[in-house]
T-cell receptor, first 115, second 114 residues
C-alpha cells in the first residue's frame, strides 16, 4: 500500500509569492495534519483536518490556510511568503478524528526555499 | 516543542546499545511516540507507549517510561550504521479543536561509527 504522498518534493519561491502544497493520505485514513519543520527543530503543528472540517490549528499566522477534499487529500496554502517560511513541510495522516491513541504517519515532505 | 526535551546528540559504536532520552510535561494520561527521520526524509513511526505502561519491547527497540519523573527512553540494541538518523520523541497533546496531535522535541541526532 502507498504511504502518505506529497507534491512537489522541492519548491523555490521568492518573497511575497504564494505557494500550494499537496498531500494524499494513506488509503482509508480520513484525517490529515500539516507540520512545518525548520532546520534543527522538531515539526511544528500547523493544521489538522478531519472529514473536511478543521479540527486543530497551531500558532501560525493567517497567511497559512488549508483545506481537505472529499477524497481526503489536502492542500496547504501559504500567502505573502517570507524568508522565514523556508522549511520542510510535512503532511501526516491518521485513521480517525485525532483520538489520543491515534498515531500519525508522515509523508516525505515538501522542501520550500524562499529567496 | 518546548514541552518535550531531548539531548541533541548521541554517538555510539556499531554493535553497542544506544539509549536516547526524553522528558515531557503533560501529567495526564497520554501517548508517547518515537519517530525516526533520515536525512532528507519524512518521519517514520518507530513505536509508541501509553503512559500507564512501564515498558514496551519491539525487536531491537525497548521503550522505558518513568511516569513519576516524566522520563521516556528509547534503547536500540546492537546499533547499526543504518540506525544513524534523528530520533524524535513526541507527546500526544490536546489541540484547540479537541483532537490530539503529537508535540515534538527538537530531536536527538544519533551517529553510529564503526
Amino acid at each position: 500500500d502507498a504511504g502518505v504522498t506529497q507534491s512537489p518534493t522541492h519548491l523555490i519561491k521568492t518573497r511575497g509569492q504564494q505557494v500550494t502544497l499537496r498531500c494524499s493520505p494513506i488509503s482509508g485514513h480520513k484525517s490529515v495534519s500539516w507540520y512545518q519543520q525548520v532546520l534543527g527543530q522538531g515539526p511544528q503543528f500547523i493544521f489538522q483536518y478531519y472529514e473536511k472540517e478543521e479540527r486543530g490549528r497551531g500558532n501560525f499566522p493567517d497567511r497559512f490556510s488549508a483545506r481537505q477534499f472529499p477524497n481526503y487529500s489536502s492542500e496547504l496554502n501559504v500567502n505573502a511568503l517570507l524568508l522565514g517560511d523556508s522549511a520542510l513541510y510535512l503532511c501526516a495522516s491518521s485513521l480517525g478524528a485525532g483520538g489520543i491513541q491515534e498515531a500519525q504517519y508522515f509523508g516525505p515532505g515538501t522542501r520550500l526555499l524562499v529567496l | 516543542g518546548e514541552d518535550v526535551e531531548q539531548s541533541l546528540f548521541l554517538s555510539v559504536r556499531e554493535g553497542d546499545s544506544s539509549v536516547i532520552n526524553c522528558t515531557y510535561t503533560d501529567s495526564s494520561s497520554t501517548y508517547l511516540y518515537w519517530y525516526k527521520q533520515e536525512p532528507g526524509a519524512g518521519l517514520q513511526l518507530l513505536t509508541y507507549i501509553f503512559s500507564n505502561m512501564d515498558m514496551k519491547q519491539d525487536q531491537r527497540l525497548t521503550v522505558l517510561l518513568n511516569k513519576k519523573d516524566k522520563h521516556l527512553s528509547l534503547r536500540i540494541a546492537d546499533t547499526q550504521t543504518g540506525d544513524s538518523a534523528i530520533y524524535f520523541c513526541a507527546e500526544s497533546i490536546r489541540a484547540s479543536g479537541g483532537s490530539y496531535i503529537p508535540t515534538f522535541g527538537r530531536g536527538t541526532s544519533l551517529i553510529v561509527h564503526p
